[in-house]
């Protein structure tokens, strides 16, 4: 075998043994080079010191278990990291926001192996999602919420049936009629209430105009000024447009914040932007805002 089977069979041995203890001078054995030349061709390769890649792929294994119902301490010590703490700031400098924001966003698949062969079409420019940066005011909305959470993928399911709901039971046109709106665009808001379970509040709502009172049966709340990476989904029909929208939200966390350079702007709220574009019958799109602020490394 050549360096780069050696290497790929490497990364499938960390993948296996992702729970226990491993050092360089063990990985660098079992490859069958010195500790020196391990390191140096593993960066060359992959990207990443050994050590920082086993640390990396740790926690992409523990991402894909914040929506277990464990306590987010117990799966930081099942992949050993010793506080919580620890385990935080290192997720954070990772995938650019908390355990406790990621588990209401992002996809728990079982993170995919670096193939290795592949690595250099990637280096050298793919196709990738760059988003516009806004900086926005803070807006008052006014319309309906519910509240889910991240267990189980419990708000993949709840948040499109709430949609379908709101859009079919007369509660949407209801609320487009109303004198105190200043906008017919739609937010679909983000708030999170007991991060460390996953719970948080969806609303769907319009901006009211400043001043306005808003009758009883409204959800009234206000999303904060922040600055924002603006990722739109791609263009989707009807039945498509949901999971677009699910697979652009994977994209930003499992992808995008990672390499980005920026991080999750904590005590800000993230939303969906539903303007004229998600009322054609093809090419429906929905714009993504993410409140970021730089990463301090």
Known sequence: MDHIDI??????????????????????ARAGFSPYHFCRIFQWSVGYS?????RNRRL???????????????????????THTGFTKAFRRHFGCSPEIYRIH????????????????????????????????????????????????????AIPQFWTEYMTDGRCEKLHREAFLK???????CFPENPENGEFEYVIGLEVKEGS??????????IPEALYAVFSSPPADGANFSPAIQGTWKYIFSEWFPTSGYEFAEAKVDFEFYDDRCMTETGKVCDIYIPVCKKVT
Do not use: W
């Open 7 to 28: 290497l790929q069979e490497m990364l499938r041995y960390i993948d296996a043994h992702i729970k226990e203890k491993m050092n360089v001078e063990k990985l660098a």
């Open 50 to 54: 050994i050590m920082e890649y086993v």
């Open 60 to 82: 992409a294994f523990a991402a894909t278990e914040l929506n277990s119902g464990c306590r987010i301490i117990d799966i930081a010590v099942d992949y050993g990291f010793e």
């Open 106 to 157: 992002a996809s728990f698949d079982i993170p995919k192996l670096p193939i290795l062969e592949k690595t250099k079409q990637y280096i050298n420019g793919g196709i990738v999602m760059e988003p516009k940066m806004v900086k926005k005011p803070a807006v008052r909305i006014a319309g309906f919420a519910i509240k889910t959470r991240s267990k189980d993928g419990e708000n993949f399911k």
């Open 183 to 189: 906008s017919h665009e739609e937010y679909g808001a």
């Open 213 to 222: 009172a808003i009758p009883e049966g409204y959800h009234v709340c206000t």
